[in-house]
């Protein structure tokens, strides 16, 4: 049996090894999932045919989702979508979500298919996400994908590990955005390249699935691999009768070696934000209060969870946003969607002078859905800021709850006044 990091753990495991592969060391492995996109998807079965496979190895493990450019923007996706469709019903694709169905991420986290000891390779860099379950997930590309298509294995680096835990509890009107601002600050865009990171503390211990989700989502932007969270009560009880196949959770033993061990203090957080142009350039909202926000957006696999548009459905119930500011709302899902109706939350957000988009990653990548002028400046709940993201505008990276207060007031403003 295998000892060691959560990372060498499921490695050994899905290379069908007794022993605890090294970090820096080169294994070849079966993942249980492999997650794939309307973009990645069409490159990955160009490169399939290439290599030479025509069939696809293990279809029951294939998860594609239509999510990127949904709706479709132009002739061109349409036709690639098409043939995608037709390629995932000729090679037997068991779990294809079309168009409207949501975020590849979100529905995997939604459904039950994240699950503890797993192994996912997915051809979107933001993978990492399922780590929230205790998983080991990874973006992988395009020529990858097509190999791991047809062979059904794949090989990888071992990572190295660092540790992280998060001393104290998130103070009121902080939540797990903030938090994972407050990791890129100390992390820096390079300061996890290649590794994989486990979160431990009291604070990660008591955050919800959808903010661990958020918290592991995160880390590909420190160049992370993965970023754990090990599995526990709360895990447990997000898959209790969601989980679409058995499970084996795995933890660290207690001998595990780590390349790096930090500590963050919860407790004397605020609410953050990324400032154009780059996801590390973090610091606090109150330095910049009065900046103009002309575009509000609240979505991708970051924060478009049920309850992350609760929470600033909260904060905008029955007000009216800014006059010179739009609002464009995009669900993680169709359930967050289904949720967002019956609730009467869609109808708040309309309400008050804001748009609510059909589920999927919408205007975060830049093709769709609110792209930003020359001189626009958005308040997003993304994960990415860099240059043309979304259009030549500047992005700052913030909470549902900072969001709305940018909506609200029409310039950055810190949450905590709101209310």
């Known amino acids: ?14 290379a069908s090894r007794d022993d605890t592969p090294s970090a820096g060391e080169h294994v070849t492995v079966r993942p249980d999932w492999i997650l794939c996109h309307d973009i990645s998807a069409y490159s990955g079965m160009e490169r399939m045919g290439e290599l030479g496979y025509t069939e696809i190895a293990h279809p029951e493990d294939v998860i594609m989702v239509f999510d990127h450019y949904v709706p479709s923007p132009n002739e061109r996706i349409s036709t690639q979508m098409n043939q995608l469709s037709e390629w995932a019903d000729a090679q037997g694709i068991e779990h294809f979500f079309r168009s409207g169905n949501g975020i590849s991420h979100n529905i995997m986290n939604e459904q039950g298919y994240s699950l503890p000891g797993s192994l996912i390779l997915g051809a979107d860099s933001h993978t990492v996400t399922h780590g929230a379950f205790g998983s080991f997930a990874t973006g992988i590309g395009h020529t990858d994908l097509g190999e791991v298509l047809g062979s059904g294995e794949l090989w990888l680096k071992v990572p190295e590990t660092q540790k992280v835990t998060v001393e104290g509890m998130l103070p009121d009107g902080v939540g797990a955005k903030d938090l994972a601002l ?54 447990e009880e997000h898959l209790d009768g969601v989980a679409v196949r058995d499970y084996t959770p795995v933890t660290a033993s207690a001998d595990a070696t780590y390349s790096r061990e930090r500590r963050v203090d919860a407790s004397d957080l605020e609410p953050l934000v990324a400032a154009p142009a780059a996801v590390d350039n973090v610091s606090p909202v109150t330095d910049h209060e009065g900046t103009a926000v002309d575009h509000v957006f609240v979505g991708t696999c970051n924060n478009s969870s049920w ?28 359930e967050t969607l289904k949720q967002m109706n019956s609730t009467g939350v869609s109808n708040a957000i309309m309400d008050a002078g804001g748009m609510v ?39 700052y990276l913030a909470s549902p709850q900072t969001a709305a207060a940018a909506a609200l007031y029409g310039e950055i403003t810190d949450p905590r006044e709101v209310r």
């Not at 049996?1 to 899905?14: F, K, P």
């Not at 979160?199 to 955050?207: K, P, R």
């Not at 609760?310 to 010179?324: K, N």
């Not at 930003?372 to 030549?392: A, H, I, K, Q, W």
Request: net charge negative; glycine share 14%.
């Open 1 to 14: 049996m295998a000892a060691g990091t959560i990372a060498q753990q499921v490695l050994s495991a899905h």
């Open 182 to 235: 407050a990791m890129m600050r100390e992390f820096t865009t390079t300061g996890a390249i290649y590794d994989s990171v486990e979160f431990y503390g009291e604070a990660v211990e008591n955050l919800e699935m959808h903010e661990r989700h958020t918290l592991s989502n995160i880390t590909v932007e420190m160049g992370a691999m993965a970023g754990i969270v090990p599995p526990d009560e709360v895990t």
């Open 307 to 334: 309850a992350d548009i609760e929470a600033f459905a909260d904060l905008i119930d029955g007000e009216t946003i800014a006059p010179d500011t739009d609002l464009v709302v995009t669900p993680g899902t169709k």
């Open 357 to 395: 988009g059909t589920p999927g990653c919408g205007s975060c990548f830049g093709a769709h859905g609110g792209i930003l002028g020359e001189s626009d400046t958005c308040v997003g709940t993304m994960n990415r800021n860099f240059p043309g993201r979304m259009g030549p505008g500047e992005i």
